[in-house]
């Protein structure tokens, strides 16, 4: 069994400030690491993935996450976000090539 | 590429009415997802189809859910009868099979039971 927890219910950030999402996760097998972005009416959009390979991840509108086994932990980041990152964001993790656990999320607010 | 569709974007009903939720994956997709999220907790599993098969139901909360997919096209997800606890936003998702664990979502249908 898996399980993720999104450190951080809500983060307040101003623009063009650096911003970072924590996600753990738990468990006992070899995993796949996924971060969903959900903006306001819309659909889940995927970030970012990891599946095997470099831990550092680079995904869309300029996201990046690394992954660490040894934390069993999968962050991400943003050097510099925008208005238009304002977002739910999901960690969510997989043991087989199917079924996703999600974190609760994280909402992201940026400021002016 | 049309994304994935579903219908009603919202749904309010009583307790004890019957529900049914629509899901049209991107076509070629023969993988079809829902998960729900309730509440603002996590996002869920309820099911997995190939096509016309179910894969995996485990997360289906209770027989009062059901959900089918006719001819492995569209699918939908009925739900009676619906109770206070059922409220949330439900989510379809597609894939092609083989493609990896991150399939492509719809915007969501948002049930309200009162």
């Known amino acids: 069994a898996q399980s993720v927890t999104q450190l951080d219910s809500q983060v307040p950030v101003f623009e063009e400030a650096p911003v970072e999402l924590r996600c753990n996760y738990s468990s006992s097998v070899s995993v796949y690491l996924f971060w969903y972005v959900q903006y306001p009416n819309q659909g889940l959009q995927l970030l970012l993935k990891?599946?095997?390979?470099?831990?550092l991840v680079k995904g869309i509108n300029g996201f990046e996450a690394e992954f660490n086994k040894s934390q069993t932990s999968f962050h991400l980041r943003k050097p510099s976000v925008h208005i238009s990152d304002t977002a739910e964001y999901f960690c969510a993790v997989s043991d087989s090539f199917y079924k996703l656990s999600f974190g609760a999320g994280t909402t992201v607010t940026v400021r002016a | 590429e049309a994304g994935v569709t579903q219908f009603p974007s919202h749904s309010v009903i009583e307790k004890g009415q019957t529900v049914t939720l629509r899901c049209d994956p991107i076509s070629g997709h023969d993988n079809l997802y829902w998960y729900r999220r309730v509440m603002g907790k996590e996002i869920k599993f309820l099911l997995h189809?190939?096509?016309?098969?179910?894969?995996?139901e485990s997360g289906m909360p209770n027989n009062r859910f059901l959900a089918e997919r006719t001819g492995g096209t569209y699918s939908t997800l009925k739900v009676q009868p619906a109770e206070l606890e059922d409220s949330g936003v439900y989510f379809c998702?597609?894939?092609?099979?083989?493609?990896?664990?991150?399939?492509?979502f719809g915007p969501g249908t948002r049930l309200t039971v009162l």
């Open positions: 990891y599946l095997s390979g470099s831990t």
């Open positions: 998702a597609s894939s092609q099979v083989g493609a990896g664990p991150f399939p492509r």
């Open positions: 189809f190939v096509k016309e098969s179910k894969q995996d």
